[in-house]
């Protein structure tokens, strides 16, 4: 079983920055690929970066590229997503999620575990 906590989510203005954190307890953070997906207001959830197990591999959707960074700690059980430049079309709840799986990157949305969420707005 892994729990999943989110933070540092909140209210920038277009062009600022944010550094969401995704902790993790449990054990075997290692075996863990990981993913940050968002939903805005009446739109599908999608993801926005993944993460492999080892960090060496990672993967964007387009419309993040350029701007945004995944990365983690396994030694601290600990995704983030830097968030530069921001936009308001970026205004979502963002998750972290985790999948069991020590492979490539996955860009799939079929992940074992899920955070409950946290919000970012970006005002114009």
């Known amino acids: 079983q892994v729990q999943l906590v989110e933070s540092g989510g909140g209210l920038v203005q277009a062009g600022g920055s944010l550094r969401l954190s995704c902790a993790a307890s449990g054990r075997s953070f290692s075996s863990y690929a990981m993913g940050w997906f968002r939903q805005a207001p009446g739109k599908e959830r999608d993801i926005v970066a993944a993460?492999?197990?080892?960090?060496?591999?990672?993967y964007y959707a387009d419309s993040v590229k350029g701007r945004f960074a995944i990365s983690r700690s396994n030694a601290k059980n600990t995704v983030y997503l830097q968030m530069n430049s921001l936009k308001p079309e970026d205004t979502a709840v963002y998750y972290c999620?985790?999948?069991?799986?020590?492979?490539?990157?996955?860009?799939?949305?079929?992940?074992?575990?899920w955070g409950q969420g946290t919000q970012v707005t970006v005002s114009s």
């Open positions: 993460i492999n197990w080892s960090g060496g591999s990672t």
């Open positions: 999620a985790a999948r069991y799986y020590r492979g490539s990157v996955y860009s799939g949305d079929e992940y074992d575990y």
